[in-house]
């Protein structure tokens, strides 16, 4: 058994655990961490490649993707978080990165199981944090949450959005070779603008090549849900559930407030057109004092922070940790 503090990475959305290890040894958080002495462990969302067992249902049943990312940060997280601290009996609390979707189902985990987390982790580093999107400026999914095209995927009866296949992996490996330009073209519509400034572009092929990796669309639906209200909200079931549901005909926001004394890192790129700097900055004022260190840095955007050129923004974050 290892007696190292432990560090728990959790990915975003469409993500693996895969995605923190493509940047090579020396940029890499999951082998930095690694080989400063941490005991590294590297979580899977439910639903992606890597996780598709169910005592109870098959992968291409309903019933199986009925999550978003309320679910892990109320579930999963807390049972991973229990296996750990069961395995690692240093007795020291968890030190938590997310990722995007990694940092949205902990803002809503925290809102809900505050004091279990508290118990159980001694700090959040929020890469790319997200919660409300007010400000989001990547203009494809701008488009696709004005045109709902969520409800005609839901009614094709299609639950899993974008999974790992032969298929597109060989897809993504041929525009990586052949067409680089419009990977990066559209990474700038969705994500990351200026892409080849930002990212490394060895790296990004060794990231794009083991992602997406599959996801919920009822993940899809929360975070288009959120967009729209320009609130980080429950997820919106309709006024007759929700009323069953919250005892109320609208969702609620998740209440931030009560995180109190829980320290928190919050880092976003310059360039993310998804945790937009203007979000991480109404983040920063909504946790205030729970805030020991806030940066939005140059050159970044979105997926930078597994494939960024320039690593030497984790330099100051390591030494906090």
């Known amino acids: 058994d290892s007696l190292l503090p432990p560090v728990l990475l959790q990915h975003g959305v469409f993500d693996s655990s895969d995605g923190w290890l493509s940047n090579g040894e020396d940029h890499s958080i999951a082998f930095v961490l690694a080989n400063n002495n941490f005991d590294v462990w590297l979580s ?13 249902y098959d992968e291409k049943s309903y019933e199986f993707w009925q999550f978003s990312f309320n679910e892990l940060g109320v ?43 508290k118990e159980n982790l001694k700090l959040f580093v929020a890469l790319a944090p997200v919660a409300r999107l007010s400000n989001l400026g990547s203009t494809l999914l701008s488009i696709l949450s004005k045109i709902s095209i969520h409800k005609v995927i839901k009614k094709a009866k299609v639950y899993e959005m974008c999974p790992n296949t032969k298929g597109t992996n060989k897809f993504i490996n041929f525009m990586e070779k052949h067409a680089n330009g419009l990977t990066n073209f559209f990474l700038g519509l969705i994500s990351d603008s200026d892409s080849k400034e930002c990212n490394d572009q060895n790296s990004l092929a060794v990231y794009l090549n083991h ?14 849900q959120i967009i729209k209200a320009k609130k980080f909200i429950y997820y919106d079931y309709k006024k007759e559930a929700n009323f069953h549901i919250y005892h109320q005909i609208e969702p609620p926001e998740y209440d931030l407030s009560i995180i109190k004394d829980f320290p928190i890192m919050l ?9 937009s700097p203007n979000d991480v900055r109404w983040l920063n004022g909504v946790l205030n004092k729970n805030i020991i260190y806030f940066n939005i840095i140059p050159k970044l955007g979105h997926l930078s922070f597994m494939c960024c050129k320039d690593f030497s923004w984790f330099d100051e974050p390591l030494k906090i940790i």
């Open 44 to 56: 899977n969302s439910r639903g992606n490649k890597y996780c598709k067992k169910h005592e109870k």
């Open 75 to 117: 579930y999963d997280i807390p049972a991973v978080i229990k296996y750990i601290r069961g395995v690692n009996k240093s007795g020291e609390k968890i030190i938590y990165f997310g990722h995007s979707q990694g940092t949205s189902l902990m803002f809503s985990g925290l809102a809900q199981k505050f004091d279990f987390y």
């Open 211 to 224: 992602y997406p990796c599959g996801c919920s669309l009822k993940c899809l639906i929360h975070f288009v």
């Open 267 to 275: 880092i976003c790129g310059e360039k993310d057109k998804l945790a």
